[in-house]
């Protein structure tokens, strides 16, 4: 059967989907509307399915925060290229599923995927976006937070992400501090806030290492477990948040800038989102 411009043009306003694609599957549902749509989203997961083994390094991370400043959400959205990273609809639909994320607080990304966006499940307008676009498309990360105060920051790129929980606030604007110690986490990329977060495992491989460097520099076997610690001790200083040289101003640590801003402030939890 015939199809017009019109019925055309009216799938085309209801799935998004580019002009011919939209052409092809009224053809194939012989004018039907739904079928159609149908024909379209089958599209999408048959793409998705065979490019289910892609990378997604490109993308963009999303964060929004209460106006209180008491919750957070991030999530990643990742795609695999920098072509579709930058596309309205790809932006678009981080904003959307991040305000979901936000509105609902569901507690995992699985049920983050079951919430809405309009008609359709976050999950199916992914699959609906991967037919249009052509390339995988998946939420890489999603975290929550909730503090006396909660800070965002989105690097330049919209490739990496910090969340940030801070306490001891006492009423004062801390909004700032927070921005400068998640630039810092950006940058430096920390392994915990402090030595008590750090894994047990990576504490126990550092010792290792510590010993069989010192081994090597002849040191006394009696030795080694002091000389071990202080080599720990320095990778706390260099590797955990609050000991850290602050990148702003190298004599201070992160936490003796946090102090200088209000204090007993300090930094309680992070979460860094980065797609590559």
């Known amino acids: ?7 055309v043009n009216e799938l085309r306003k209801k799935t998004g989907a ?4 939209c052409k092809k599957a009224l053809v194939e549902s012989d004018g039907d509307m739904e079928g159609a749509i149908e024909i379209l989203r089958k599209k999408g997961q048959k793409v998705s399915a065979s490019r289910a083994d892609r990378e997604t390094t490109e993308g963009a991370v999303f964060a929004k925060t209460s106006s209180d400043n008491t919750f957070g959400a991030i999530i990643g959205l990742g795609c695999e290229t920098d072509f579709v990273a930058k596309n309205e609809e790809f932006l678009a639909l981080g904003e959307a599923i991040v305000t979901q994320a936000f509105e609902n607080k569901p507690a995992t990304k699985e049920d983050l995927l079951k919430l ?3 008609e359709l499940a976050i999950e199916e307008k992914i699959v609906e976006l991967v037919g249009k676009i052509g390339e995988k498309i998946q939420i890489t990360a999603y975290e929550t937070m ?3 105060s909660v800070v965002t920051y989105i690097h330049a790129g919209s490739k990496l992400g910090v969340l940030l929980a801070m306490a001891n606030v006492n009423g004062a604007d801390v909004t700032e501090a927070g921005r400068d110690v998640a630039m810092q986490i950006a940058a430096m990329n920390p392994v915990a806030v402090d030595k008590d977060g750090v894994d047990a495992s ?3 491989k550092e010792i290792e290492i510590g010993k069989d460097l010192a081994r090597q520099e002849g040191k006394p076997e009696e030795m080694l477990e002091k000389i071990a610690q202080g ?3 320095k990778f706390f200083k260099e590797n955990t948040l609050l000991p850290q040289g602050f990148v702003k101003d190298n004599k201070l640590s992160v936490q003796q800038y946090l102090d200088s801003v209000q ?3 300090t930094v309680t939890e992070f979460k860094r989102v980065s797609l590559s």
């Open 1 to 7: 059967m015939a199809i017009s411009a019109k019925q």
């Open 18 to 21: 580019g002009m011919m694609d």
């Open 116 to 118: 809405k966006v309009g």
């Open 146 to 148: 909730e503090a006396e």
């Open 202 to 204: 990576v504490i126990e």
């Open 231 to 233: 080599k720990l001790n």
């Open 263 to 265: 204090k007993g402030l």
